[in-house]
């Protein structure tokens, strides 16, 4: 599976956008980009994922570079609970050896502020 | 609600001595995983099974073992814990012939080994 790398830490003012940036320069052709979330030691929460089209759902946005090498999550606008642990995975959908499995790395650790 | 279930929340084990983990999923989930999440780390794919009967190892197996009877449950068992085994342990199923998402995870077993 392709890795990622993604920033420690990053802050946002409650109600501004939030941009969480991922690079994934080694993604293979067949491998979406995934982020989930965690929130306080919670169980990871999916957000969203694509494969080369920018993608948007009621939670947030993913815009993936044209070459795929890297994306950016936006939270339009972020509240305090937004706080949490974002993590950016690469993976491909199903099957195949890897079989979905998730490889989690680091993440980056959002905190909203009023 | 439909999800995945982790018992117990939390325990705390004597070294050497064994427990269950039990996961249980109602949405009818083939794949199904075992992560563990250590202080300030990512999540580790400990175990996982792509359907009733087949299971497989993760990157850290050592310590475990799994079974999987049946499509709803997949229970991690821990013989001889050991301090090592201090973490959080999360259960997560998902459906292969989704798109892409669909991984849902539990709220995760904190375990603490003296």
């Known amino acids: 599976d392709a890795k990622t790398t993604q920033p420690p830490s990053m802050d946002c003012a409650e109600g501004r956008a939030a941009n969480l940036p991922c690079n994934h320069s080694?993604?293979?052709?067949?491998?979406?980009v995934y982020w989930y979330r965690q929130i306080h030691s919670q169980g990871p929460q999916y957000i969203i994922h694509?494969?080369?089209n920018n993608e948007t759902n009621e939670m947030a946005s993913l815009i993936i570079t044209e070459d795929r090498k890297s994306s950016t999550l936006i939270l339009p606008h972020a509240t305090l609970r937004d706080t949490a642990v974002y993590y950016c995975?690469?993976?491909?959908?199903?099957?195949?050896?890897?079989?979905?499995?998730?490889?989690f790395g680091q993440g980056t650790i959002l905190t909203v502020h009023p | 609600n439909a999800g995945v279930t982790q018992t117990p929340k939390f325990r705390i084990l004597k070294i050497g001595q064994s427990m269950t983990l039990q996961c249980a999923q109602d949405?009818?989930?083939?794949?199904m995983y075992w992560y563990r999440q250590d202080p300030g780390m990512g999540l580790k794919l400990i175990y996982y099974?792509?359907?009733?009967?087949?299971?497989d190892k993760g990157e850290v197996p050592n310590g475990y073992n799994v079974s999987r009877s049946t499509t709803e449950d997949f229970p991690l068992r821990l013989e001889l814990a050991a301090p090592s085994q201090t973490s959080v342990y999360f259960c997560?199923?998902?459906?292969?012939?989704?798109?892409?998402?669909?991984?849902?995870f539990g709220s995760g077993t904190r375990l603490t080994v003296v």
């Open positions: 997560a199923s998902r459906d292969p012939s989704g798109q892409g998402y669909g991984y849902t």
């Open positions: 080694t993604i293979s052709g067949n491998e979406y």
């Open positions: 694509g494969l080369k």
């Open positions: 995975i690469v993976n491909p959908n199903a099957g195949g050896t890897s079989y979905g499995k998730l490889t």
């Open positions: 949405m009818n989930h083939n794949y």
């Open positions: 099974s792509v359907g009733a009967g087949i299971t």
